[in-house]
Structures are given as C-alpha cells and as structure tokens.
C-alpha cells in the first residue's frame, strides 16, 4: 500500500514537472517573440497579432464602428512595440523630464487663460496639414515624448503632482506629427492592400482603426495618452485603476480634460478611451468637467452663447 501511495506522488509529480517546463517554454517563446517584433513589415505584425489583440491596444482613436477584435497592422506593431516597451517604461519611469512648477489658480477676474487651445480636431475639423508647434518633452522612458511647449509644464506638473500621491503615470503617446500619423495610416493601406483589397477598400478599412491623418488629437500637441503600471496598455480596463479615479478627480486642475467619454460616443465618433487627456486650459477645464459636456457640446454652447 506505501509503495502504491509512494509511486502515485512519484507519478504526480514528475508530471507536474514536465508541465511547469512546457509552459516556461511557452513564456519565452511569447517573450521573444514580442522582444523582436518592433519590425514594422507585415510579416513581423502577423505573427504578434494574437498576443497584441489580447492587449487591445490602439496607437490612435478608433472609431465607434470599430470592434476591438479588428485591430489592424499597423496597430499591432505599434502596440506590440509598446507592450515590449512597457516594462521598459515603468523601469526608468519618467526621470529627466526638466522639473518646473506652473501657476494653477484661475485669475479671479474670471479671466481665461490658454484661450487659443479651446478648439475642435475630429472627423469634422481636420487639423490643417501646415499645423505646426514648437514641443517640449513632458516624460521620457523608452523615448522622449513630446507636447505643445506652451503647455507642457501643466503634463509635467500633473504627473510630479501623482506621484506625490502615489501614482505613477506613464504616457505611452502624446504628439504624433501629421507626417507620422499619415506613415502609420498608408502602412496599414498597403498591407491591405497586399492582401488583395482595393485600394479604397483598403482606405475605409484602415479608416475604421487609425485616425485619417489631420484628424488626429494627437497631432496638436495638445493630447497624451496617459497610463499607469496597474494597466500599461490602452484598454477600457484602465478606469478600474487608482490612477484613472486620481486623473477623474484631479486633470481638470491642470488643464486637462477626459477627452472621449463613455457616454459621449455618439458625439465624439470616437470609443471611450479612459486615457486619452486633452489639455484646453484651466478655466475651460473646470467648466467642462463641472458641465459633464464633451467638448464637441461644451464648444458648440460657447458659441451659441456668443451668438446671443
Ligand atoms: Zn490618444
């Protein structure tokens, strides 16, 4: 009877333990795999495609049509490459960004400041092409990322100001010049179209994934996409963190405002993203938040009002 008990642990376990060494296999060919895969060609995307879908990142607005599980190209390779460079990010989080401190009370006079970052980029009003702004870096992990430099210090003062709180913001996007975005958006037209579609097909199919070029927020130097180690990539998962009830509670003190809420879908043509920020000023900011508006309405108000 011992012996019959001492096999079957015996067995157990020497099961158990191959197990363990297939499934560490497994993690690391998942491992390289995201490791080499800051390639942009098609091939290289295709094979990432599962474990990035998992991740349901997007490198640029999706339109309310798209389904997460359509993720394109483009985006595959670009979230893949940000998945990679995640753990990178969170390692030398954010540490030579130049340090300043800006002025965050509103005039009492009722005054507006930033005045000129109060407008509307979306399908509706392209960027003009010739957009163009001088940037400073507002955090720099595995590159340096930029924003509007007349604004910047209001990033850079938000995401100091978490960290006193104990939140550790990550941007995993924020200025994408027009040339860039237009890169990103022929890449995926061309692997469409290699794929045998149409090149208007190919258009409207990409269209639904990756913002057409001037109608990107991220072009005016005035969004980021704001993460934090409890969920480094861009999934609706991110509002169950501490970091997206400190961005609720506190953005709008900096200037920033929750660009594409949930339940403005349908006016913004864009799916809620609970990362995406949008700086429009302080003063707008807090009348934004206070109004619950998105900003396509809280525009639209100002100027019927102006029209009175
Ligand atoms: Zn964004």
Partial sequence: MNKKVKRLVLACFLISAFFMQACTKIETTQVSVAETSADTSPASRETTSTKA??????????????????????????????????????????????????????????????????FLVNQNNPLPQDYSIETKTVYESYMKFKMDRRIADYMIQMISDAKKDGISLIICSAYRSYEKQKAIFDSDVKSYQAQGYSYEDAYAMTAKNVAIPGQSEHATGLAADVLSDECPSLSEKFENTKAFAWLSENAY????????????????????????????????????????????????????????
């Fill in 253 to 308: 003190k900096y200037g920033f405002i929750l660009r594409y809420p949930k339940d403005k879908t349908d006016i913004t043509g864009i799916n809620y993203e609970p990362w995406h920020y949008r700086f429009v000023g302080l003063y707008h900011a807090k009348k934004i938040k206070d109004s619950g508006l998105c900003l396509e309405e809280y525009i639209e108000q100002q100027k019927a009002g102006q029209s009175q």
């Fill in 53 to 118: 879908a998992s991740n349901e990142t997007v490198p640029s607005e999706s339109t309310t049509t798209t389904t997460s599980a359509s993720i394109t190209s483009a985006q595959t390779s670009q979230s893949t490459a940000e998945t990679t460079q995640k753990s990178k990010a969170e390692i030398s989080a954010a540490s030579t960004t130049t340090q300043t401190t800006v002025d965050l009370s509103l005039p009492e006079n009722g005054e507006i400041d930033h005045e000129w970052a109060l």
